[in-house]
């Protein structure tokens, strides 16, 4: 079992960044395909990016394309999601998850066994 904790959530203007935080405990983080989702209040939760255990393989959604960057450093047990030029729609709450089965990145929740308790992130137009 594989414990999960997100930082780095806050307030910020649009046009700002933060870095988002996830770190593991508990197994060997490097078996892990990490995924970062975020759910906005009346909507279902949604990929953002997800990382494949070496971090070769990247899934971006459209939506954050050209402003998101996940990564990760097996080292440190850490995924990161450094978001630039974030927009008022960004405003959710974003989970990190992780699960040891998919072969390279997964893109639904369904496929993720693990998950943080989520930090907010809003975005003030």
Do not use: H
């Not at 594989?2 to 930082?7: G, I, M, R």
């Not at 255990?53 to 394309?65: F, L, N, Q």
């Amino acid at each position: 079992q594989v414990q999960l904790v997100e930082s780095g959530g806050g307030l910020v203007q649009a046009g700002g960044s933060l870095r988002l935080s996830c770190t593991a405990s508990g197994r060997t983080f490097s078996w892990y395909v990490m995924g970062w989702f975020r759910q906005a209040p009346g909507r279902e939760r949604e990929i953002v990016a997800a990382i494949s255990r070496t971090g070769d393989s990247i899934y971006s959604a459209d939506s954050v394309k050209g402003r998101f960057t996940i990564s990760r450093d097996n080292a440190k047990n850490t995924a990161y999601l450094q978001m630039n030029s974030l927009k008022p729609e960004d405003t959710a709450v974003y989970f990190c998850a992780a699960d040891a089965a998919p072969l390279r990145v997964a893109l639904s929740p369904s496929e993720y066994r693990y998950w943080g308790q989520g930090t907010q992130v809003t975005v003030s137009s």
